[in-house]
């Protein structure tokens, strides 16, 4: 297969890329190594790399995504060609478990071999494993307390001085 370049790319780099994907809370550890098998699979068959993965855990979202209101992140660093991520997106939307996903182009014009690869089997097994990353603490709102230097006579003195301006 022959690889397609933009004309913008020069000879001998690749462009880097960070991606971002968020699982439904309920992924298995058996799912995720599906889903890392399947886009490194894509990856070598696109003739990219992947430089690293780490799993930030199970964590609360900003809101509601397909009535989840937790999800797993997942952080990729791949290296390859533009042709790649589209590719990649594909495959990422056929996937059940994936609620969302995000690419961002990090350097168009990367020596690959100046980037050292950090993805191993290994790796592959402690982004897998769901119970070795903490899990985000639930944040509770804290009780409202009163300043020491207010009093509650000044605010029934502002709410006499309303009155009195309605009449």
Do not use: H
């Not at 060609?81 to 990422?92: G, K, S």
């Amino acid at each position: 297969m022959t690889l397609s370049r933009s004309y913008q790319d020069e000879i001998g780099s690749v462009r880097e890329y960070e991606l971002i994907v968020i699982l439904r809370p309920e992924t298995s550890s058996d799912d995720i190594k599906t889903l890392i098998k399947r886009v490194s699979d894509v990856v070598e068959r696109k003739e990219g790399r992947i430089a690293s993965i780490e799993n930030w855990g199970r964590r609360r979202l900003a809101y509601e995504i397909r009535k989840e209101r937790k999800g797993i992140y997942l952080y990729w660093r791949i290296l390859g060609y533009f042709e790649l991520m589209a590719e990649v997106e594909r495959v990422l939307r056929m996937i059940e478990k994936v609620i969302r996903y995000m690419t961002i182009l990090v350097d168009a014009d990367v020596d690959p071999n100046a980037r050292p690869a950090e993805f191993s089997d290994d790796m592959v097994k402690a982004v897998a494993d769901l119970n070795a990353v903490e899990e985000e603490p639930e944040v509770k709102p804290a009780p409202e307390k009163m300043e020491e230097g207010s009093n509650d006579e000044d605010s029934d003195s502002d709410a006499d001085d309303d009155e009195e301006d309605k009449d």
